[in-house]
Structures are given as C-alpha cells and as structure tokens.
C-alpha cells in the first residue's frame, strides 16, 4: 500500500519532504505525531493526527505516538497570538493517561506484532538534561538565523506580545524529540499538522546535523469549514472524543449536520471507508441531498470508530425522538444527562411539585405553563388530538397530569402541534 498516494486522495498531505514517500515503499517505516496534553481528552482536531497513525499502520508501519510530557510545560507558539498557560507535573500526568487511554482504541498495541504502537513521552528524556548540556549539545546546530526565519515565529515578534525565550526554543525541544527517537527508536519520519511544518522541519534538520542521517516528513492540512467557521466547534466549546465531555448523541450530531460540503471534505478524512465506495456514496448524495446520506454514513463511520456501535445506535434513536411518534419507549429509556442533552435547545418550563402532587387536569396545566395561551385555546388543541405527553397522544381533556409522568422522577416533555416541544421541569 503506498502510505502517500492513500493519504493524497483523501486530501491528508500538505507539506511533504522530498524522499519521503520513496522512503516508505522501501521498508516498514518507524514515524511519530507528537500530542499536546492540555487537556485529559482529546478533540475531534486531533482525529486527523491519530488516523495518520491509523493509516500509517494499516500500511505496514510502525506508528509512534508522543505524548509531550515536556514540551507541554513549555507550551508550543506556533501561529499562537499570545503565550500559554503553563501545566504542572500533576495535571500533565493526569492528562497523559487519559490520552493515551485513548489513543489505545485507535491503534493497535500487540508487541507481537513488528508494527506495534508505542506510547512515548518526552519527559523521559528531558528530565535528565541539564540546560547547559542542551545549549551546548543542541543549540550549536541550528542557528539564531534559521529559528527567526520560521513564520509561526516571525508573526509573534512582529507582533505586540513578543515571543518569551521560552517559547523561542519549543522548537528545538520538538526538533530534539525527533533526534532522540532517530537515535532510540530508528524513528525516520515525523508527521502532524500544517502549523507544525517549521518544527518538524528542525527536527530533520538535527537529524542531519547532529547524527549524520536522514529523516523525513510531511504534514496534513488544518481542518476548516466551508464556510469560513471554525473546524471542531460547537456553541458549547469544543467536541471531545470523551463521552464524559461529548455524549455520544451531541458527537453524531456534529457529524450529522455538517454541510454538504463539508461533508464531502470529511468523509475522507475522517473515515477508513475506500475510495470507491466515497465516490460512490458522494454521487448519490448529489442526487438526493435532501436524504443528507453522505451526513448519515459519516456520522455512523466516526461515532463507531470514536464511540461504539450502540452508542451509535442509541445516537440514532434519540435523534429521531423528536420527529418521529413513535419513541416514547425511547424516551422512558434516557438517563437525565441523555434527556437534557437531547433536548438541549428545547424550551423550559419550571412548574412547582406541589402543583402537580394532586394532579392537573391537561386543559389547566398547558394555561397555567402558558404552552397554549389559554384554557379554551388548551381545551381546542386537545380535543384535536394536538397534544402529547412524553411521546403519547393525548386522547381528552379528561387526562390528568401528575408525578407519575415523572421521566427520571423530574421530567414531562409536552408536545404541541407536530414541531413544538416543550420540557417541564418539575422543582
């Protein structure tokens, strides 16, 4: 399999390094993605770093993924406006393991196996350099000169917050990173995101200079929207790949209502389906639009591959709560965090528990929750079958609303009309 024409069609190569993709026809190639612990999850921008690990192993090679234990508590100022906030051992630790929990659902750790992945972290051989040894051991091979000549690093002096000499030397940190794992691991190839070109290009750099070899990389395109917006957010902040942070039915949805374009744009790079088959699927979609098949078949792909199939399934079910009649089952079966994250956006009406202690008949309880403006508009809507609770018709003014509608001993979902929803939350 030829790692790079793969990676060509589906639109994952930017900047490539001559020689790199004659290097990984010749033999099982060792390469690393480096991963910033910010945080104890990933996001959906990082999906594009793993499935070039993802690809690179499906190709025979051995993928490494770093997780930046160091250069973490640096903070890398690539095309950043200002400097980061820096992370202390406790909370690096903690966000180690939850990405590396992660990342061992998308690749496979077998040692059996002569492509296995590797987890590293460069804290482990950073602890034990001193400054003096780094300035005078790495320092000497790259100049002042090809630092200052980096764009991400000509955008920050040029600008009003200047760059900290901390964050000047990110790049010979990362470049080091390289040099340890040519040395330590025959690691050849390095691979990440576009804004990481100057970094990873230094790191070749030492290769050279200091081992006397030859390393190789390319990077894949920063992920943006058609329509100018920013890639992997949502009103809420970002999409995580942790369903503790991003339920599985708020992931799909992101998936799921993404714009044609988009659409067509993601589900190369974010699924393993074949080329044909896209083409196929892409074809079809621009026939009947309407069908939003391509969304589908993305966000069934990727909740699966990120999630798992019944998280998939339920993510499904849950979208069709809202539009189809015949859910209620599915909706007696959501926790509160499923039901509130479903009806995110739906409007709430607070009524008290004493108010509903002895019941309510139906007509008085939509006036007096002003979901129908008065009890001759409630008592019309009713009568004509315009009225559901939790999903069920009401069938006449007779029917008494009183706890035990109750969903998770808190919730009623009134529905007026066949789009109008409403969640009573009862204090």
Known sequence: MNLIEELRWRGMVQDIMPGTE????????????????????????????????????????????????????????????????????????????????????????????????????????????SFLDFIRDVGKHITVNYMMAKDSVKRRIEGDSGMSFTEFTYQLIQGYDFYHLYTAKNCKLQMGGSDQWGNIVTGTELVRRKANGEA???????????????????????????????????????????????????????TLLDKAEIEELIATHRQTPEQRLLQKRLAK????????EKDYEFAVK?????????????????????????????????????????????????????????????????????????????EGIEKVVDTTLLLNQKYILIQRGKKNYYLVTVK
């Open 318 to 394: 849950a979208s069709e709560l809202l539009f189809r009649n015949d859910t209620a089952d599915v909706l007696q079966s959501l926790t509160e965090s499923q039901l509130l994250d479903v009806m995110d956006g739906v409007p709430q009406v607070e009524v008290n528990a004493a108010d509903l202690s002895a019941g309510k008949d139906i007509v008085t309880f939509l006036a007096d929750t002003a979901i129908l403006p008065s009890k001759s508009e409630a008592r019309k809507m009713v009568q004509n079958g315009g009225i559901s609770i939790n999903k069920l018709k009401v």
């Open 301 to 308: 792909e990727i909740t699966i591959f990120v999630h798992s």
């Open 216 to 270: 190789f990389a390319f990077t894949c395109p920063l992920m943006k929207k058609a329509d100018g917006t920013k890639f992997g957010k949502t009103e809420k902040g970002n999409v995580w790949l942790d369903a503790r942070l991003t339920s599985p039915y708020t992931f799909y949805q992101f998936w799921f209502n993404a714009a044609d374009a988009d659409a067509e744009n993601y589900i190369r790079i974010f």
């Open 22 to 129: 004659e290097q990984l026809l010749k033999e099982m190639t060792t390469a690393y993605v480096g991963f910033d612990p910010t945080a104890d999850s990933l996001h959906i921008g990082s999906l594009v770093p793993i499935l070039l690990l993802v690809h690179l192993q499906r190709a025979g090679h051995k993928p490494l993924a770093l997780v930046g234990g160091a250069t973490g508590m640096v903070g890398d100022p690539s095309f950043k406006a200002e400097e980061r906030r820096m992370l202390d051992l406790d909370t690096l630790a903690r966000n180690q393991a939850g990405i590396k929990a992660q990342l061992e659902r998308f690749l496979d750790f077998d040692p059996s196996k002569p492509n296995a992945a590797e987890m590293v972290n460069n804290f482990d051989w950073f602890r034990d350099i």
